[in-house]
């Protein structure tokens, strides 16, 4: 698609890869965000071999590094002139490490998966608006399905990572915590966003085929589970594809603050009292989601853990409108 320009994150491998491969088929300008670069320049000759497409372009960013996230930004506005498309893509969740903080502080998984999407997502905002069609995709994980509980709740006291203030090292809660608190981001943002005409969805990623490589990282204990689950798995360009219709098809075109499954259908909001149903099903997702008053704090914790970053010359215009939302 001439001049019709997508940032995808973690675009070196898996879904990421394989959804910056059907855009650069599609003739779009790809940009691949990537923390490797070592493994983003082989998969950048990848695609461009297979799609033939030149306008596929690698650059650097850490997505748990503030610094490393406006740097990105500042390169990018150099280099192009819009945004059309932002897919945030890249998650972290590393099995069996330790307590580990990011180069601001912040636990690594929530750094990674909720604060730094956020961060690339309010310093490209004025980029987007200056596309005809400006679509924002999240990814979203059905490990939120713990939350169906009603006794479970995001624990805030896990965002700083320090033991001090409460805070309990699993890597498998700090993943769920951060999918869930990324969710109820995106709701937040379509919000806020939709003055300016961009659109903020998110696609609920069941699970996808692993790599060898991947499978290699599991302790010996967990890869025969993932082994077993790869049986079951669709491959990467399955879920590459759902990126692509979602982003670009007229059909969602206009709908914003969605949740969607791997069949492409909007999601609803699940009742207070689910049933297996609700549960091992992909139409609805836990009420939680829906709890206003901690999207509010998730978004303000967001902005106020970025806020230094935020007051660079070219984001003035947006920080001075800007105002936080009076948490309940």
């Not at 497409?53 to 819009?82: G, P, T, W």
């Not at 692509?244 to 009292?273: I, R």
């Not at 091992?280 to 836990?286: A, L, M, N």
Request: aromatic share 10%; with cysteine.
């Amino acid at each position: 698609m001439k001049n019709k320009i997508v940032i995808i994150t973690g675009a070196n491998s898996g879904i990421g890869k394989a959804a910056a491969q059907i855009f650069a088929y599609a003739g779009y300008t790809v940009v691949m965000a990537c923390r490797n670069l070592e493994k983003g320049e082989k998969a950048l000759q990848e695609i461009v071999a297979a799609s033939n497409n030149k306008a596929v372009h690698l650059m650097q960013v850490d997505m748990s590094s503030f610094a490393s996230i406006s740097q990105f930004c500042i390169a990018y506005k150099e280099r192009f002139d819009k945004l059309d498309i932002l897919i945030n893509n890249a998650g972290y969740f590393n099995h069996g490490e330790g307590r580990r903080l990011s180069p601001d502080g912040i636990e690594i998984t929530f750094a990674t998966n909720v604060v730094g999407p956020f961060l690339l997502t309010e310093l490209l905002k004025n980029e987007l608006k200056k596309s005809d069609d400006p679509r924002v995709l999240n990814a979203s994980s059905n490990i939120i399905k713990h939350f169906f509980s009603p006794k479970k709740k995001l624990d805030f006291d896990n965002v700083s990572g320090d033991p001090d203030a409460g805070y309990k090292h699993s890597v498998y809660a700090n993943y769920r915590d951060s999918k869930m608190a990324f969710l109820m981001l995106s709701f937040k943002m379509a919000e806020e966003y939709k003055e300016l005409g961009i659109t903020v969805n998110s696609l609920q990623i069941n699970g996808a085929r692993m790599s060898n490589e991947t499978l290699q990282k599991f302790a010996p204990r967990w890869r025969v589970i993932a082994i077993i689950q790869n049986l079951f798995f669709p491959p990467a360009e399955f879920m590459g594809n759902n990126y692509f219709e979602l982003c670009t098809s007229d059909d969602f075109a206009k709908k914003t603050g969605k949740q969607f499954n791997h069949k492409l259908k909007s999601m609803k909001k699940g009742p207070e009292n689910p049933n297996p149903t609700h549960i091992w099903g992909s139409q609805v997702y836990p009420v939680y989601a829906a709890n206003k008053p901690v999207q509010d704090r998730i978004w303000n914790l967001c902005f106020d853990l970025t806020k230094n970053h935020l007051k660079s010359d070219t984001y003035s215009e947006n920080l001075q409108s800007h105002k936080l939302v009076a948490c309940a």
